[in-house]
């Protein structure tokens, strides 16, 4: 949809409020979303008592924003899908497992950098 308001910062805040709407339906309506929302909570509170450096807190904050950012790309391409293509294609079905293969490998990659981060915290902890 193009906005032609004449208003430049009214544009910006109603672009700004259209992608708000966008992370509020899928926290809505995305379980898989709430579940990375979740354990990323987890995880900053895990760095909060691990009291991490600058560097670790970045590497931190950028990997929880790829899976989440993975997942909300993921939810977009799934209903984009559902919306073009609602019978069963093979095509479809290409799209949709590509786009679920970015989340998985943005998890993958979060849980290797969790260990990597948090392991040798917790190995020091319990010897
Ligand atoms: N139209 C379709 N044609 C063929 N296969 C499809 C189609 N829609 C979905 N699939 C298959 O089902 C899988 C799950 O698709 P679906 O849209 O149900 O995602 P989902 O279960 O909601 O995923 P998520 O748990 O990530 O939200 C796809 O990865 C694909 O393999």
Redesign the pocket.
Known sequence: MNLELNDDGKKRSIGFSFAWNGLKEVTRT?R?FRIHVIVAVLVVAAGLLSQLNRLEWAIIILTIGLVLVAEIT??AV?KM??YV??????L??TI??IA?GA?LLAAIIAVIVGLTIFGPIAYNLLN
């Open positions: 995305e898989n993921n939810t799934e899908m559902d293509k609602p019978d069963i294609h093979p479809a079905k949709k497992d679920a989340v």
